[in-house]
């Protein structure tokens, strides 16, 4: 079960938009996400190289946690809203929960729900 002060690190690291930080600080070596119904991707390092991935195609965005962060024992739910600025020009607002499940301090299971129409860049 995390601690709330480990809960508050990840909610600030995610905010200052260093998500690939974050995966690598927060996340077990083996841990799994999974977008919606989407297949799992598993290991820390794949989703490190997503996130970098992303983040190479924005100018700039936004990482918002809208409170309050719920918590049940090893089980916590965030909800964020990201706003994206590509480098194309386009923008993009995306809303979701995420669901996850830890591990001591680290996040071991994450699944994000979200309408899949947001990720259409405008």
């Given at each position: 079960m995390p601690s709330q002060e480990t809960l508050e690190?990840?909610?600030?690291?995610v905010e200052s938009n260093a998500h690939d930080?974050?995966?690598e600080?927060?996340?077990?070596e083996d841990s799994s996400m999974q977008e919606n119904l989407g297949p799992p991707r598993v290991g820390r390092d794949k989703?490190?190289?997503?996130?970098?991935?992303i983040l190479g195609m924005v100018k700039s965005m936004t990482s918002t946690c809208v409170r309050p962060v719920f918590t049940n024992g090893?089980?916590?739910?965030?909800r964020w809203i990201f706003n994206f600025e590509f480098l194309n020009g386009t923008a993009m607002r995306m809303e979701e929960l995420a669901y996850q499940r830890w591990e001591g301090e680290r996040?071991?299971?994450?699944?994000?729900?979200?309408?899949?129409?947001?990720?259409?860049?405008?």
């Amino acid at each position: 079960m995390p601690s709330q002060e480990t809960l508050e690190r990840f909610v600030a690291r995610v905010e200052s938009n260093a998500h690939d930080k974050a995966v690598e600080e927060f996340y077990t070596e083996d841990s799994s996400m999974q977008e919606n119904l989407g297949p799992p991707r598993v290991g820390r390092d794949k989703h490190i190289a997503a996130e970098k991935q992303i983040l190479g195609m924005v100018k700039s965005m936004t990482s918002t946690c809208v409170r309050p962060v719920f918590t049940n024992g090893d089980h916590v739910v965030i909800r964020w809203i990201f706003n994206f600025e590509f480098l194309n020009g386009t923008a993009m607002r995306m809303e979701e929960l995420a669901y996850q499940r830890w591990e001591g301090e680290r996040i071991a299971e994450e699944t994000f729900f979200y309408d899949p129409a947001q990720r259409v860049p405008k």
